[in-house]
């Protein structure tokens, strides 16, 4: 079907993802709020704004993982132009990485760094779950083994449990470039083990924000591709 009733409906389908983009924003804001504000112990993921979110991506559909797409442009935009590149500076941005892990659960990236923002936030139980079920959703990606190591390294403070999840991450990816995130990771963790070296702090070593250098860096060199 085609002319201007077939254009009518796009627009009116459009509009009304739109209006549904905004009213999960608007409940991811008030998850953070909620996370900020919380001294309970009750479960991350079991309070009444994640509910209204839910029945919101149900109505989505098929368009969730394009929605989640097109955030992860404008976050990756925003990180680089106004924040520095710097996941230090990133706290702003966990309301739209939280909302693209339920929009598109297989989207490893915004699991990657709304659970590492977390952490940072103080919520270390809340972004360990979100890490975890991140690598429940997406068994096969390097990335959250490493993601999973770096939180047991510098939230937990257990080396060993880092150790492990890092060789996972290498059994995972047969590429050189990948590797050496890892392997670099991997000897510090060893000389900690060896009491060679104390747990470095993250703000001296994060893992996080060399990958997404690395991944923006990606992104560049597909879309010049692309181009040509």
Known sequence: MSGPRAEGKRRRFTAVAVVLVLALLGGAVAIQYSLDGRTTAT???????FDTVRSLLDVLGGVRESVAA???????????????????????????YWLMTRLDPHFVMPYYFASWILCRMGKVDQGYELALE???????????????ASIYLFFKRD??????????????????????????FLHIVDLII???????????FTPAERLHEEQHHHDEEHDHDEEH
């Open 43 to 49: 479960a991350w993921d079991k309070s009444g704004p």
């Open 70 to 96: 097109y955030f992860w442009t404008k976050t990756d935009t925003v990180f680089h132009e106004y924040l520095g590149g710097s996941v230090m500076k990133e706290q702003a941005l966990y309301p739209y």
């Open 134 to 148: 991140g690598l429940r959703n997406n068994p096969e990606s390097w990335e959250l083994q490493e993601n999973l």
């Open 159 to 184: 080396p060993r449990k880092a150790r492990y999840h890092l060789l996972q991450a290498l059994r995972l990816t047969g590429d050189p470039e990948e590797k050496a995130v890892v392997a670099p």
């Open 194 to 204: 060896a009491g060679k070296r104390r747990i470095p702090e993250t703000g001296t």
